[in-house]
């Protein structure tokens, strides 16, 4: 080797040191996708390298979605998601007339000049912005096609854990003040209902799924009970009451039993009925409940009977039985229960009261008598009472 050739050497790797690689910024609009590669010739083994600085579109970017040209996504829906995110943001109708696996083109409203052009690139493996152009010359709406019911679901979900009960007025509220758009009432109705399927479940595939947890519930708590009633293969009622509660009650707890029912607030409805008693802390103690079509004479007696022979009460005597003032449910009781005692419930009563004698002081003088412990306590209470208003 000659002195030329080693100075020319010397001088290239002189140069190769304080070289400083060129990146590509994908916010530069360019005209040939070959410019969004750089080489950097590597003097000692003859090999190019090739140095790629793509901006990637993350999930975390759908909160608030900006496209740039050299843009690159990880699929095809990830890129869909965006457009959706960006007409809705933006207020503003975005269609795709080119949108297959390939290639995915978007436009606004005739007049307007954003559009923007992805496709799949082979080099990099995902999708890539070729062009972009993000002005727009359009009015914002308050109503695009892309703000759907299913769209709302997927934001609003937390929103709905925390509040079930938010009702339909607060909802549209609360979607105008982040959206500035209005929505009509049944896409809102739709979007509450998708969103309670994803916190409660599908409940006809509960329904389906009731021969197995019934299964389940006998194999993890032997000795329990679980009988489902099916009218012509269509779900009718279903029992259920658990070993460790009926043997607890029996060993601990006094001979008092409350009943009542309530409707259940889904789609197919029903009511259920419940059982409970009272545990030596005066605390509540499940005993037994039952889902029924309807709260009748012969769905209580349905249920009472099967509550006596789980308990295995033969002797009825000893028993207090507390209930509302329904007429189904005091037939059934003294149907099963004929000896024990029959005791009303003071919420009941009182809200028949308070129709007729309204205030505080007789209120308060109604508990008074319901938390009497002993016949001299009651009557005194009751003279308290005759002392306020003879007709209470």
């Known amino acids: 080797m000659d002195v030329a050739d080693t100075v020319g050497c010397s001088v290239m790797q002189d140069s190769d040191e304080d070289y400083i690689p060129q990146f590509v910024d994908s916010d530069i609009d360019l005209q040939d996708d070959d410019d969004l590669f750089a080489k ?9 390298k090739v140095k790629l600085n793509f901006k990637s579109f993350r999930e975390e970017d759908l909160a608030k979605p900006e496209f740039k040209v050299g843009q690159t996504f990880a699929s095809v829906e990830l890129l869909r998601r965006a457009i959706k995110e960006y007409s809705c943001h933006e207020r503003v109708d975005i269609k795709c007339p080119r949108n297959d696996r390939k290639r995915v083109k978007g436009i606004c409203e005739d007049g307007c000049p954003w559009s923007l052009y992805a496709s799949f690139d082979g080099r990099i493996n995902c999708f890539m912005i070729k062009k972009y152009n993000p002005n727009h010359t359009c009015i914002k709406k308050w109503s695009v096609k892309s703000f759907t019911a299913p769209f709302m679901a997927g934001k609003y979900l937390d929103s709905f854990r925390a509040d079930e009960n938010m009702n339909m007025k607060n909802f549209s509220r609360v979607v105008q003040k982040d959206w500035n758009m209005t929505t009509t009432r049944s896409k809102l109705r739709r979007a509450r209902r998708l969103v309670k399927k994803v916190i409660e479940g599908d409940e006809l595939e509960q329904y389906n799924s009731m021969w197995d947890y019934a299964a389940e519930f006998k194999r993890s708590n ?19 009451s658990l070993d460790a509660c009926k043997r607890g009650f029996m060993q601990a707890c006094r ?11 889904t789609k197919y409805g029903g009511v259920m009925l419940c059982a409970v008693g009272m545990d030596p802390n005066d605390c509540i103690y499940p005993l037994a409940f039952a889902v029924v079509e309807v709260e009748n004479t012969d769905t209580w007696k349905w249920f009472l009977s099967n509550l006596k022979s789980d308990l295995g009460i033969l002797n009825t005597e000893p028993w207090t039985i507390m209930l509302d003032k329904q007429k189904e449910l005091i037939k059934g009781v003294r149907q099963h229960f004929p000896d024990a005692e029959h005791r009303h419930c003071v919420r009941h009563i009182w809200q028949n009261f308070q129709q007729t004698h309204k205030g505080d002081v007789l209120n308060n003088q109604l508990w008074k008598c319901a938390r009497s412990t002993t016949p001299e306590l009651w009557a005194a209470s009751m003279e308290e009472m005759k002392v306020i208003s003879i007709e209470a």
Not at 40 to 48: A, I, L, T, W
Not at 226 to 239: A, E, K, L, M, R
């Open 255 to 265: 001979p008092v039993i409350c009943l009542d029912g309530c409707h259940l607030k």
């Open 40 to 48: 950097n010739v590597d003097c000692d083994k003859g090999k190019d």
């Open 222 to 240: 032997p000795g329990s009970s679980f009988y489902v009633g099916v009218n012509d293969d269509i779900f009718g009622s279903c029992y259920f």
